[in-house]
């Protein structure tokens, strides 16, 4: 049972490691969705020990990407070679939401040797089950999905219709609003080897600091929560050891 905690600043990244991720995607400011990292952020995560992937996302928005964006994004995933980083998480659409097949097919071959996950592009495909299918032919590992709905536990009906239609020949890791307080739903309905979560917290700050009053602490910027990253692994691992997890 594999939890992937996304994060976005070093101190994330650090209550991530301490509360026992076993794998971390990497971002820049998580509250617009996620983007791709600093070059320094890659290498110091690098320095941790374990599987880190980074979202190949170069803005905001949707998903629909001009040629000039897609040579970026080939460049960011060659920063996360260079900084010797295990995957990156890509997704193109067209605009119409299907998957951009000829994109993604583009930037697969650029990752080639690099572990690989589609992201959430895919949950704003208009057929769910089409989307799968070519995701699977494509090669990608995994889909990092939320049903297509707001949180994992929304959609947590299609999550398991996706998953019975994968048989296998993909994982459908379940990720978007997946807390302590909701992941035994999920782990209940359907069959679940990998997980997504951010763990996170409104971090405290003063609202009359010059900061706050300059707009400098980010819209909805949230902390990662250590002792969530650890009160998640450990449902995790007594399910997984087919314990009763509390």
């Given at each position: 049972?594999?939890?992937?905690?996304?994060?976005?600043?070093?101190?994330?990244?650090?209550?991530?490691?301490?509360?026992?991720?076993?794998?971390?995607?990497?971002?820049?400011?998580?509250?617009?969705?996620?983007?791709t990292p600093s070059a320094g952020f890659m290498q110091r995560a690098a320095t941790y020990g374990l599987p880190v992937s980074v979202m190949i996302r170069p803005r905001a928005?949707?998903?629909?990407?001009?040629?000039?964006?897609?040579?970026?994004?080939?460049?960011?995933?060659?920063?996360?070679?260079?900084?010797?980083?295990?995957?990156?998480?890509?997704?193109?659409?067209?605009?119409?939401?299907?998957?951009?097949?000829?994109?993604?097919?583009?930037?697969?071959?650029?990752?080639?040797?690099?572990?690989?996950?589609?992201?959430?592009?895919?949950?704003?495909?208009?057929?769910?089950?089409?989307?799968?299918?070519?995701?699977?032919?494509?090669?990608?590992?995994?889909?990092?999905?939320?049903?297509?709905?707001?949180?994992?536990?929304?959609g947590i009906e299609t999550l398991a219709r996706l998953s019975d239609v994968a048989k296998g020949r993909i994982v459908i890791m379940p990720g978007a609003g997946v807390r302590?307080?909701?992941?035994?739903?999920?782990?209940?309905?359907?069959?679940?080897?990998?997980?997504?979560?951010?763990?996170?917290?409104?971090?405290?700050?003063?609202?009359?600091?010059?900061?706050?009053?300059?707009?400098?602490?980010?819209?909805?910027?949230?902390?990662?929560?250590?002792?969530?990253?650890?009160?998640?692994?450990?449902?995790?691992?007594?399910?997984?050891?087919?314990?009763?997890?509390?």
């Amino acid at each position: 049972m594999i939890l992937e905690i996304c994060v976005d600043d070093v101190a994330g990244l650090e209550a991530a490691v301490r509360g026992g991720a076993d794998r971390i995607e990497l971002c820049a400011a998580l509250s617009g969705g996620g983007v791709t990292p600093s070059a320094g952020f890659m290498q110091r995560a690098a320095t941790y020990g374990l599987p880190v992937s980074v979202m190949i996302r170069p803005r905001a928005g949707d998903f629909v990407f001009t040629r000039d964006e897609a040579d970026v994004m080939k460049r960011d995933i060659d920063a996360a070679r260079v900084a010797g980083l295990s995957g990156v998480v890509i997704g193109a659409s067209r605009a119409d939401g299907s998957l951009d097949m000829l994109l993604l097919e583009e930037l697969r071959r650029h990752a080639d040797g690099l572990d690989m996950t589609l992201h959430r592009a895919f949950d704003v495909a208009p057929d769910m089950e089409e989307a799968l299918e070519a995701a699977i032919s494509l090669g990608f590992p995994r889909v990092l999905t939320s049903g297509g709905a707001r949180s994992a536990l929304e959609g947590i009906e299609t999550l398991a219709r996706l998953s019975d239609v994968a048989k296998g020949r993909i994982v459908i890791m379940p990720g978007a609003g997946v807390r302590p307080q909701s992941v035994q739903a999920l782990l209940d309905r359907f069959p679940i080897t990998e997980i997504h979560a951010s763990c996170s917290a409104m971090p405290s700050y003063d609202p009359e600091s010059m900061v706050a009053k300059l707009g400098f602490t980010g819209a909805g910027r949230k902390a990662t929560d250590e002792a969530a990253v650890r009160q998640l692994k450990a449902i995790l691992t007594s399910r997984h050891k087919g314990g009763v997890a509390l």
